[in-house]
């Protein structure tokens, strides 16, 4: 499971905000951290933003902070809003053209096609099963467990 | 039977303190009303025999209610397994639920806690649950409570 660079960005970006809802960051401040251009991470954060995730502070001291409910806004709140994770509405050549094997030209029998989309729509059903599943707040709860761990 | 908890955005509600223990005959009734509410399906044999194999306190089998102003807000239900699919003894909760207007008070935390320990006072040190996944909210919940995906694949066919 891959998932896309302005995805990771976002769901990083909502987990720093989320850790501390009452605190504003700059958009540099937040880029430098995560070693992004700003540019590239205020268009992210301009999605959030147009989302209500977060809150833009315009003028001199501005900046963002969360804006969401970290008990109910699920991971997969966040990465639909910049990806999808395709499920397919039944298997089929349709489907599995869908799919990145598929779309780089390889020519297949209907039934291997078919058989393939199954599979993948099971996988692709799991994952969005497992990003529905796990909040902000949850996340947040795993990342001081993987903090205790270390 | 993992209830279902209705969508939405409701206000977070204060911590409801809840006594937790095992059940008794008693609370029979409540418990199959707070299922009819959750479920539309009143069961009232099917809990009949699930208080004679899990109630008063069996071992590994647990049967537990939260009680609350003298009444049943919610139940759990769990039993320790011994060695299927090749694992060791762990605690399975397979019922959970709370009256809908009980909900958010932390009493599914309590429940869920109070069956792990005595999970843990049979030597079990591993909790398990498989419920629908297109069940988002108590996948949630169980998510809150810090369970992570287990290592089996759950698989069926037609027959």
Partial sequence: MKLQ?????????????????????SAAEVARKYRVSPHHLAKVLRTLGRAGLVGAVRGVGGGYRFAGNARRLTL?????????????????????RRHP???????????????????LKEIDEIAKATFRSITIDTMLKLVERRRGAR | ??????????????????????????????????DTVVTGLRKAEYWADILLRYGDGRRQRHFLVAEAADRIEGFV????????????????????????DARLG?????????????????????????????????????????????????LEKDL
């Fill in chain 2, 1 to 34: 039977m993992i209830s279902r908890k209705k969508s939405g955005n409701p206000p977070v509600r204060k911590a409801v303190q809840a006594r937790v223990r095992d059940a008794r005959e008693g609370d029979l009734e409540q418990v199959i009303e707070i």
């Fill in chain 1, 101 to 119: 094997g598929a779309e780089q030209g390889v020519a297949a029998p209907f039934e291997l096609e078919d058989a393939l989309g199954v599979v």
């Fill in chain 1, 76 to 96: 997969m709140d966040v990465i639909e809003l910049f990806e999808e994770i395709s499920v397919p509405r039944r298997a089929g050549p349709r489907a599995a």
């Fill in chain 2, 77 to 100: 239900i769990g039993e320790v397994r011994d060695w299927e699919f090749g694992s060791a003894p762990c605690g399975w909760v397979f019922a959970i639920s709370v009256r809908p």
């Fill in chain 1, 5 to 25: 660079k302005n995805t990771v960005l976002a769901l990083y970006s909502v987990l720093e905000f989320a850790a501390n809802p009452g605190r504003q960051y």
């Fill in chain 2, 106 to 154: 932390g009493l599914g935390t309590q429940m869920l806690q109070a069956i792990c320990d005595c999970f843990r006072r049979e030597g079990v040190s591993k909790l398990r649950t498989i419920l629908s996944r297109d069940n988002p909210l108590v996948l949630s919940f169980f998510r809150s409570q810090g369970m992570m995906a287990a290592p089996f694949i759950p």
